[in-house]
């Protein structure tokens, strides 16, 4: 079964600072992967998938994700934080014949940004 | 361009009752899918919809049951409510193809009492 671990309860960075979170997936096939973004009371956000061909992929806010199969990750990381970052990260891996008939998220990882 | 519209936003219900919530997808998706979220914890997924058919399906018992409609909207529904199925209900929409990410409403935020 499929499954992602995201090691990070909790994460504090200064704004300004970078950032990189940390993802890994248990998957036995090719992995669809997805980061998502979570503010209180809303819903999820895409930031950037990764479906195959380059394992670097730039996604929507300056967040950028490297894909590397051989230490089954899928890391999130930007250069310099905004206070408007603090939020809850989810890492996720889809399943299925298009990669989108089924999610597995990890617990996530919350972003606290300190002035 | 609307995204993925989920109703009602907050649900207050008795343990023994069933409820129904609503979705109405992102324009051009075609397939819906739902998700449970429990306080502190990562979305579970319910089940999938395409085709007015549940295509897949997680580890959730028969009391959560769906509906799709052609005009690609959603229902969820649950009956005989426990206190444990107190979470945010989340909706997600997709093109059914290779390469079509799942873009979510905002939830439904369900409490039992």
């Known amino acids: 079964a499929q499954s992602v671990t995201q090691p990070d309860i909790h994460i504090t960075v200064s704004e300004g600072a970078s950032l990189e979170l940390r993802c890994n997936y248990s998957?036995?096939?090719?992995?669809?992967l997805f980061w998502y973004v979570q503010s209180p009371g809303q819903g999820l956000q895409l930031l950037l998938k990764y479906f195959s061909g380059d394992t670097l992929v730039q996604g929507i806010k300056g967040f950028e994700a490297e894909f590397k199969r051989s230490q089954s990750s899928f890391n999130l990381r930007k250069p310099s934080v905004h206070w408007s970052d603090a939020a809850e990260y989810f890492c996720?891996?889809?399943?299925?014949?298009?990669?989108?008939?089924?999610?597995?998220f990890g617990t996530g990882t919350r972003l606290t940004i300190i002035p | 361009d609307a995204g993925v519209t989920q109703s009602p936003t907050h649900l207050i219900k008795t343990r023994g009752q069933q409820v129904t919530l609503r979705c109405s997808p992102k324009s051009g998706h075609d397939t819906v899918s739902w998700y449970q979220q429990a306080l502190g914890q990562g979305p579970q997924f319910i089940f999938q919809y395409y085709e007015e058919e549940e295509r897949q399906r997680g580890n959730f018992p028969d009391r959560f049951s769906g509906h799709q409609f052609p005009n690609y909207s959603s229902e969820l529904n649950v009956n005989a409510l426990l206190l444990g199925d107190s979470a945010l209900y989340l909706c997600?929409?997709?093109?059914?193809?290779?390469?079509?990410?799942?873009?979510f409403g905002d939830g439904t935020r369900l409490s039992i009492l």
């Open positions: 998957y036995g096939a090719t992995p669809y």
């Open positions: 996720a891996v889809g399943q299925g014949n298009f990669g989108n008939e089924k999610l597995t």
């Open positions: 997600a929409s997709s093109f059914r193809g290779l390469n079509q990410p799942q873009h």
